[in-house]
């Protein structure tokens, strides 16, 4: 313990008990365990559910969340308002985004791959891989036509530069 408290002095810490205190927090190690149990629990789930890792994951939700935004804000600019009708709509495609991300994930672990002369191909894995990046794509494509419909390119070249190379059209307004 000698030791653990020169340290601790020569680190800035007043005693070894003010070292532990202020990196364990032994008076919150109820709650500090049962939350990172929590959030380890869910991020393990996620990635053997959906085979993303749980950044990855809320990348997606991350440009969901912002095309549902930039729609919204596109549609009143258009003059269209905001419907409860197409909002849902966007709800749907993100569930069977994430269905699809999950079946193709949960084939490619469960579904054993025969050697065909000696070689072996996992096609539900490239599927899985081409999918959940097809819809990470999507979301970007998504969120670009919502840039160029809220003017954005006008202020930001790249965005009209890549709008136009994926072969989005500027909306002429009269």
């Known amino acids: 313990m000698r030791f653990l408290e020169h340290i601790s002095k020569i680190n800035g ?3 070894a008990s003010h070292f532990i205190d202020s990196t364990f927090h ?35 939700l991350l440009l ?19 419907s409860s009708e197409k909002f849902q709509k966007g709800w749907l495609k993100l569930f069977v985004y994430f269905v699809f991300i999950a079946c193709t994930n949960l084939a490619a672990r469960y579904i ?39 003017g954005w390119d006008d202020f930001s070249p790249i965005i009209g530069k890549l709008a136009s190379a994926i072969g989005i059209k500027k909306e002429k307004t009269e």
Request: proline share 3%.
């Open 26 to 60: 032994p008076s919150c190690i109820n709650s500090s365990v049962v939350l990172s149990s929590v959030f380890a629990s869910i991020a393990y789930y996620f990635e053997s559910i959906f085979g993303m890792v749980l950044p990855v994951g809320i990348l997606v």
């Open 112 to 150: 054993s791959i025969k050697p065909i002369f000696g070689f072996s191909f996992n096609v539900y894995e490239w599927i899985h891989y081409a999918f959940y990046n097809y819809v990470i794509i999507q979301l970007f494509i998504s969120n670009l036509e919502n840039f160029v419909r809220l």
């Open 13 to 15: 810490y007043n005693s």
């Open 64 to 82: 969901f969340a912002l095309e549902l935004f930039t729609g919204v804000k596109a549609s009143k600019r258009e003059g269209k308002g905001f």
